[in-house]
């Protein structure tokens, strides 16, 4: 009995060790998840894809950068957030066409209602 109870202790241990930052911050997203989500949401082509793939893979390392410096004023870090969803958002219109731009509105309307239903 108590070498299973250990055996389980482990299992958990190694389980929680190999848990991802990301998991840590809220479950976040891969950019290659969210890049296939705008792409099924707008109908991105092969090239908008790759060109949305990259921005989002600058800004989860920007993002990741930002947890990572230290930073203890949370205010400042969600602020700071904030400015990179924008700039992210607006390099992603960037990309698209006027009917992609309508539905990418809808897109962060419902985006911005998950988050609200997180908190």
């Known amino acids: 009995m108590k070498y299973h109870m250990f055996a389980?202790?482990?299992?958990?241990?190694?389980i929680a060790c190999q848990a991802s930052p990301a998991?840590?911050?809220g479950m976040q997203i891969s950019p290659e998840q969210r890049t296939q989500r705008l792409k099924d949401s707008?109908?991105?082509s092969d090239t908008q894809t790759k060109d949305v793939l990259k921005i989002y893979q600058v800004m989860d390392t920007r993002r990741q950068?930002?947890?990572s410096s230290g930073t203890e004023d949370r205010e400042a870090?969600?602020?700071?957030?904030r400015s990179l969803r924008d700039s992210t958002d607006a390099r992603i219109?960037?990309?698209?066409?006027p009917k992609q731009k309508t539905k990418f509105?809808?897109?962060?309307?419902?985006r911005a209602q998950r988050a609200q239903g997180m908190r």
């Open 8 to 14: 389980l202790f482990i299992a958990v241990l190694l």
């Open 23 to 25: 998991a840590a911050q």
């Open 42 to 44: 707008l109908a991105l």
């Open 65 to 67: 950068e930002l947890f």
């Open 77 to 81: 870090r969600m602020q700071a957030m």
């Open 93 to 97: 219109e960037a990309l698209l066409t």
């Open 105 to 110: 509105e809808e897109f962060k309307k419902q």
